[in-house]
DNA sequence: TCGATTGTATTGGTCTTACATTTAATGTTA
DNA sequence: TAACATTAAATGTAAGACCAATACAATCGA
């Protein structure tokens, strides 16, 4: 017979995580406002500094709070956004469970439907926007990395447009990977990967509001650029360099 | 003139945390495999036994390890999945950035897609599973959460089958999180939200080989299911007993 | 002999104390 | 006034002790 129930089965550090976690959640500390001190947590908690450093770790690894040594130092909530998804997607494909053209499979599902949204919620705000997307791809550049990042400039646009959170989050963290890939991959002709212009007949259709036409741009884009990612990835494949270049950029 | 790079500016918990992880995705540690003790690990490391609890803490919360006490105790490789996933997508809800609405909209794009691929890929092993799968729905059962359970088979099996892991993942994370928010506003007539029978049409034109079908039988059933759940949400919305409920599930 | 109990060693869980490092703010000196 | 030194507040790290859980071996009793 047994009358009594077990008097402690979680971590002390998990109570603590998921308080604090909650509280972020919840907004009771908003973006930018700074979590008490350690050691003002030890004392609220009733534990250790250990015990509330396991949970604080916990938060910054997970991008929740960046963390700042020194007088006005601490944990400071932060504009987390798709970190956790992003990992999650990296995570999948560096252990092997997530291949690129599984990846690119979905991407060619969601992304168009993305663009058909976008068209139909088009505004004038918008609509200078993508027009600058479009000018910023043509500026000279010297730095690769710079150059992916302005060529993105028009996805991440329709993303915010489509006004769906979830598709931003998810497209958003899957293009990400995609990056990160390529960055790997990459060629040093980089052009010849995604050339200047792929985007015009997109931005085109949704600045018309044709929703139907842009998905179809969007795949069509997709179509050409996977495609020729296929053709440079299979000469990379399994290359060690490769997967050490994509781990290091963790 | 800064012609060195800094020497540390990372954490060393952090760099312990990385070469773990790394050494998990890259296989060197394989599911139930044990990692080094916590003492042995602070000795390999030459760091304190904090640094490591704090990494081996990350990798516990994050799904990767599962940790037992005692004699052969020590943290053990987890057969991770989609642990990362889910919870991020769970905290853009609980964080209020995620609405139910766009939850549903993502599901109805994607799911009839997954409907549709696992029609083409249909073998006799997994037309078999989903006759079970059929079956156990109509089991009689006492707990609303075992019986939750039964009625999402046939949609993790279609996942399955579709041959696609990102998808899988992906919306078995929705799936987890519609879950969760059905578990805190179910009404008590648990049938009136998901009542039996309705994925007969489904798996019908699936074991058909039916693709485009499936896809539409599907999109038909989510479009009532989420009609419904929407019914029931607007009764409990802003309820402050919901909120905590689905919070309470962490 | 068998079974229940007890001891024991190992491993994670927590607490404590001390010191190092970083850094904003303040004070001080040339 | 500007450059430099001091201070203090916060995180970062280390080391040691002890608690808690538990698999396994040893012991004891019927």
């Known amino acids: 017979m047994n009358k009594f129930k077990p008097i402690k089965q979680t971590r ?30 030890t004392e609220q ?11 604080i770790r916990v938060l910054q690894i997970n991008g929740f709070v960046v963390i700042r040594q020194g007088p006005t130092g601490g944990a400071y909530v ?20 997530l291949t690129i053209p599984e990846l690119n499979q979905v991407r060619l599902h969601i992304e168009p439907e993305v663009a058909r949204l976008a068209a139909l919620n088009v505004t004038d705000a918008f609509r200078q926007r993508l027009k600058e997307d479009l000018a910023a791809e043509r500026e000279p550049t010297t730095f690769r990395a710079d150059y992916r990042q302005r060529l993105t400039r ?9 006004g769906n959170y979830l598709f931003e989050a998810i497209v958003n963290s899957m293009i990400s990977l995609t990056h990160r890939i ?4 990459e060629p040093e002709d980089h052009n010849s990967l995604h050339p200047v212009g792929e985007h015009d007949l ?6 018309a509001g044709e929703a139907d036409r ?23 494949r399994l290359s060690p360099a490769m ?7 963790g």
């Open 154 to 162: 028009v996805h991440f646009t329709l993303l915010e447009m489509c």
């Open 45 to 55: 908690f009733q534990v250790s500094r250990g015990v509330v450093r396991e949970a």
């Open 243 to 249: 997967v050490s270049t994509v781990f290091q950029q």
């Open 78 to 97: 932060a504009e987390w956004a798709f970190d956790q998804l992003s990992s999650g997607f990296m995570d999948l494909y560096l252990s092997g469970r």
């Open 214 to 236: 842009a998905a179809r741009e969007m795949r069509s884009h997709l179509e050409t650029f996977f495609h020729r990612m296929h053709d440079i990835d299979e000469a990379f």
């Open 12 to 41: 002390a550090s998990e109570e603590v995580l998921v308080q604090l976690k909650e509280a972020i959640l919840r907004g009771h500390y908003k973006f930018g406002d700074k979590l008490p001190s350690e050691r003002e947590l």
């Open 182 to 185: 390529v960055a790997a991959i």
């Open 202 to 207: 997109i931005v085109e259709a949704v600045l």
